[in-house]
């Protein structure tokens, strides 16, 4: 099972990170995109640092993270640049879908 994680707000980082463990250790794959407020959580080494887990695939919006003054400098590589393109990507191949 593939399993989407819209993030689009900065309040759920450990929400985030609990149910990402949880499929991960269940065998799923994990898509997360981050959007809106949910680019600061970009700024937070836990949040980015589930790109380099196997099995983690991870994007985030560029227009978000530039119009919110994010850092991006220093994202791990495993993290793309996107746009809304990603986030539609992820919806429609993702099994399930939660937005937090």
Known sequence: MRLGI????????????RLSNAALSK?????????????????QPFFTGLCSLPGVA?????HSAERL???????PKGATCGSQYNNAVMIHNADKVIVL
């Open 69 to 75: 003054g994010v850092r991006t400098e220093g994202i």
């Open 27 to 43: 065998g799923h794959e994990v898509v997360i995109f981050a959007m809106d407020q949910g680019t600061k959580l970009l700024e």
């Open 6 to 17: 819209l993030v689009n707000t900065n309040k759920n980082l450990e929400e985030v990170l």
């Open 58 to 62: 991870m994007s985030f919006c560029d």
